[in-house]
């Protein structure tokens, strides 16, 4: 479909300008965009297996620790973009130059894609393990469902947010009911499952949660671009950070608490064991449970995707949309999601510096931040940028039981300090603007 014709019969995306201001959206279309998003099945059971090694305090104060910090974090990029109207490729060009966006926005439109991949993968595992339902069958119906929803654009994901959050706000009340009813009510008390003792730290567990979102929290530009100014993209944020994220992990912490679901350490809280077995009308609506609230991830992720490639390639964002989601299904049915924390530790350490340097830049710094958008690349971003994710890297090997991910982004900030305002600016370094509109030893 060519671009023309796409725009002809659906909405704009508004893949390479930003969306002009008779087309922003109303607070609750970005919030219902926002808040399902996190609400995922998959975030239970998180925050199931911490609560089983942490103990419910603890678990839940990590995971509380990590929603702050993405609180923070998407919450100051949310601004920009519903300041601006742009999408994260051009908010992502005015930090890291026309060219070297390229890096940064390949990067992220390939592991959103990657995630992708996993909630379709997870898709196919839960219907499978159960429900009974064959996993590549399922696999492919829920992948191309997926596309359908992504192709049909940013309304489609708003309306699919307002069905997905309430679902699991319902589906978990009723699930913690079942929990309390049959299992012990002395939630707070829960210790952690002896065996695990020690495997993960309250660090640990708030870097995890950071990294977790750090891919589509760096890319929330996308979503806040259609609020209509800078304070109501940062509202309909705060509904995913801290709240829906927290919300929907300790949920998943509750269940564990309560000793229902056994081997916990393995099967976190994933509320679906407790959801079944209760008659025909419950099995059904979470049949379709599983469906809807990973249907809301990987709409998201894909439209993440489909954006970042659109704007490099210059195609539309719906047959960017078809092909990605075809690749994705093909990742999915390789099984890459059996690789999630690799994912998690890749994440934490390449990725939460590039919002940082955004944030410095075009929050902080924005006084005196000259864009990058006329320059190739942009030398104090990009340096920044290397030797932050080398500390993170030292970090995730010497001293992991540390928060890895906000580490990164407490690295990044004073690197880009000491590069923004100790490197004299004459000084003779080697970072020369392809461009020559730099002079040499410029680093920003
Ligand atoms: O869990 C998820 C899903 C999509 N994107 C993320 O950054 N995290």
Not at 8 to 35: C, M, N, T
Not at 208 to 220: I, P
Not at 221 to 230: E, P, Q, V
Request: with cysteine.
């Amino acid at each position: 479909m060519s671009k023309e014709m796409e725009q002809r019969s659906l909405d704009p995306e508004f893949e390479q300008e930003a969306v002009p201001k008779h087309y922003r959206k109303s607070l609750g279309s970005i919030v219902a965009v926002w808040f399902g998003f996190p609400m995922q099945l998959f975030s239970a059971v998180f925050g199931g297996t911490v609560v089983a090694q942490l103990g419910f305090v603890n678990g839940a104060l990590s995971m509380l620790l990590g929603n702050l910090a993405l609180f923070i974090f998407v919450g100051f990029l949310s601004y920009r973009a519903g300041e601006t109207g742009l999408n994260f490729n051009l908010l992502a060009k005015e930090s890291f130059g026309k060219r070297g966006y390229y890096l940064v926005s390949g990067l992220l439109a390939v592991v959103v894609i990657g995630w992708f991949a996993v909630n379709v993968g997870l898709t196919g595992a839960m219907m499978h393990n159960t429900f009974g339902y064959n996993e590549i069958l399922m696999i492919i119906v829920g992948g191309l469902i997926y596309i359908v929803i992504t192709f049909l654009g940013i309304k489609a994901l708003s309306v699919l947010g307002w069905i997905a959050a309430p679902l699991y706000v319902v589906l978990s009340i009723v699930a913690i009911v079942f929990a309390v009813k049959s299992g012990v009510t002395g939630i707070l008390e829960y210790k952690p499952v002896a065996s695990s003792a020690g495997a993960i730290t309250m660090g640990m567990v708030a870097s995890m949660v950071f990294a977790g979102f750090a891919d589509s929290g760096t890319m929330t530009a996308d979503f806040t671009r259609w609020s209509k100014n800078g304070k109501e993209a940062v509202l309909a944020s705060i509904t995913a950070f801290p709240l829906g994220n927290f919300v929907a992990q300790i949920v998943g912490g509750i269940v564990v608490a309560t000793g229902v679901i056994p081997d916990a350490v393995t099967n976190g809280g994933n509320i679906l064991m407790v959801l079944t077995g209760h008659g025909s009308f419950l099995s059904l609506v979470s049949v379709l449970f599983v469906f809807i609230s990973l249907g809301s991830v990987c709409t998201h992720c894909l439209y993440n995707g489909a954006i970042g490639w659109s704007h490099m390639t210059g195609k539309g964002m719906r047959s960017i949309t078809v092909i990605l989601g075809v690749i994705g299904i093909i990742a999915a049915l390789s099984g890459i999601w059996g690789k999630l924390p690799e994912w998690f530790n890749l994440l934490g350490i390449l990725v939460p510096p590039i919002g940082t340097i955004m944030i410095m830049d075009q929050i902080i710094f924005r006084k005196t931040h000259k864009s990058a958008l006329e320059r190739s690349w942009r030398p104090l971003a990009f340096v920044t940028w290397v030797i932050a994710s080398g500390i993170s890297l030292f970090i995730n090997f010497n001293a992991p039981q540390l928060s890895v991910a906000i580490m990164s982004v407490v690295a990044t900030v004073m690197v880009y300090l000491i590069c923004k305002t100790v490197v004299p600016r004459n000084a003779s370094l080697v970072f020369e603007d392809s461009d020559k509109s730099v002079q040499s030893g410029d680093l920003d």
